[in-house]
């Protein structure tokens, strides 16, 4: 009978009127990659918030190295030697390195005042033995994503951890960052003995870093399997349990000829009134996607709300079919022809207390199929064209008449995007079109885009997905801080390549 370092047996998490996990059994190995999957709402983060201490089972038990244990909160859980890496970072912004790695177990002296000396070097040998690069003196707040996720790790290992749990631990790195941290995690198992758990969505992650992967639907556990013994279309299957096709998307070949939007030397300000957007250019052609790949957070929410008329432009000039628009608001780009997907369905797509019905209708509710002669609405129509558009885009709804917000986000996603593709425009910007979408949905939202490009939509696609942008564009603009700084066909460049333009690359070569 093999050892594990760590069984989870017959554990059970019910919520009111929710069983996130239900009878689960995990057992990990020691010195291993373990990989856990699963749709949104699978129980993923359930199961390792258990395994953390943060939430307490119904039912079940924990065994660590062939014994019980009960973990009344985290630091029972670090007793053991787990530590984790939560999705959004638990670091004090305004403290350096070292402060943020000791806070709450600090090297002191005289057993009264902090020594920071010895903090100093204690971190520094600690992150040369584990291959995590820091200055223990910056300041976290001033630091990359990819060295505030070091400082993270480094964290955990500070206070003992020999199993460390990383949650979505690539979400917001660059191809280069993900194959730096890749290296670290690999180390910390070959040459450090550490076991690693990993909760991710990404199957070509999973494929590239796990030894053995887990795959959990609706709050139970489905299958371990060796990671070389699958494929990503196999791991897709067990997640969603029918096939999935994760292949890229055919496409018809389209004279993309046609400028259908033009953006000329535009820029914009964010909310703190800081240049955001920095003389970007742009041409969008009819039946391509132009996909704008960039790292969050350099200017790609500020160009979309600028090109939909929701943000101010502080300077700059937008064209649509050759005609130069002089009045921007989201009336006016609707009515050249604009429909928009935003990023954020909930504060910006969608009307939390609004039916399904009244949600597809908005943006519609003037037209004449709709409005009677005494500005009543033709409820028959409108429920109709709802009741069209839910079959058409696989919302699942038991009706039309139910609140947005009983609704998935997968599900509420595919009535935002029913709405703008029911509009029928010429041009369609879309934004994190597949964010916080399931697997399945993921599928057919791609199909439908791809649909609405082989019609001959001109489309501008943003995504903080590289493998979303590169499967679904025909080209591809990088973007850092603002500006502009490559522009590539998806089969004449890696991600690898791109991920050094979203850096900004060229930039610093300029300079």
């Not at 994503?145 to 993270?152: A, K, L, M, T």
């Not at 371990?224 to 292949?247: F, I, P, Q």
């Not at 432009?313 to 608001?329: F, H, P, Q, R, T």
């Not at 199909?447 to 939509?457: D, L, P, S, Y």
Request: aromatic share 4%; hydrophobic share 40%; with cysteine.
């Amino acid at each position: 009978m093999e050892d594990y370092i760590l069984e989870l047996k017959n554990i059970t998490k019910k919520f009111p009127g929710v069983v996130a996990n239900n009878d689960i059994n995990l057992n990990i190995k020691e010195g291993e990659i373990h990989a856990i999957i699963g749709e949104n709402g699978a129980g993923k983060s359930t199961l390792m918030n258990i395994l953390y201490g943060l939430i307490k089972p119904t039912s079940g038990k924990i065994i660590h190295k062939g014994k019980p244990v009960k973990f009344n909160n985290s630091l029972d859980a670090r007793d053991c030697g787990i530590g984790m890496v939560h999705q959004h970072f638990k670091l004090v912004p305004s403290f350096t390195v070292w402060e943020n790695i000791t806070l709450g177990v600090e090297v002191r002296k005289n057993k009264i005042f902090v020594d920071e000396k010895k903090s100093l070097e204690y971190i520094s040998d600690l992150s040369k033995k584990y291959g995590l690069e820091v200055n223990p003196m910056d300041r976290v707040e001033f630091l990359s994503v990819g060295i505030q996720q070091r400082v993270e790790i480094l964290k955990a290992l500070y206070k003992g951890a020999d199993i460390i749990i990383l949650d979505e631990p690539t979400a917001v790195l660059t191809p280069q960052e993900t194959d730096e941290l890749f290296v670290v995690i690999k180390e910390l198992v070959k040459d450090q003995g550490k076991t690693v758990i990993i909760i991710t969505h990404k199957l070509r992650e999973v494929m590239a870093i796990s030894d053995r992967v887990s795959v959990m639907r609706r709050g139970e556990m489905i299958d371990t399997v060796n990671t070389k013994d699958v494929d990503e279309n196999r791991l897709a299957e067990l997640m969603v349990g029918r096939e999935v096709l994760l292949d890229e998307v055919a496409r018809d070949k389209i004279d993309s000829s046609e400028v259908m939007m033009e953006v000329k030397d535009l820029y914009a300000r964010n909310n703190l009134d800081m240049l955001a957007v920095r003389g970007m250019d742009l041409k969008l052609k009819k039946g391509e996607i132009l996909g704008i790949a960039g790292i969050e957070g350099n200017g790609q929410s500020e160009l979309i709300e600028s090109l939909t008329g929701l943000r101010d432009i502080a300077k700059g000039e937008i064209y649509i079919s050759g005609e130069k628009i002089k009045k921007i608001n989201p009336l006016s780009m609707r009515k050249h022809g604009v429909a928009h997907v935003p990023e954020d369905r909930l504060s910006m797509g969608l009307s939390k207390d609004a039916t399904i019905m009244e949600n597809l209708l908005m943006g519609n509710q003037n037209k004449k199929e709709y409005r009677g002669k005494l500005n009543h609405l033709k409820k028959k129509n409108v429920r109709s064209m709802s009741k069209k558009l839910i079959a058409d885009f696989d919302v699942r709804t038991p009706s039309e008449d139910v609140l947005i917000d009983n609704l998935s986000g997968g599900n509420m996603q595919k009535v935002v995007i029913a709405r703008e593709f029911n509009f029928n425009t010429p041009i369609l910007i879309i934004s994190q079109p597949t964010r916080g979408v399931d697997i399945g949905a993921i599928e057919f939202i791609h199909q439908e885009i791809i649909k609405k490009r082989n019609e001959g939509v001109a489309i501008l696609l943003v995504s903080a997905e590289l493998d979303e942008i590169f499967r679904l564009s025909d080209r591809i603009v990088t973007m850092y801080e603002g500006r502009m700084t490559g522009e590539f066909k998806p089969s004449e460049i890696t991600r690898q390549e791109i991920g050094l333009y979203m850096t900004g690359k060229t930039l610093r070569e300029e300079e």
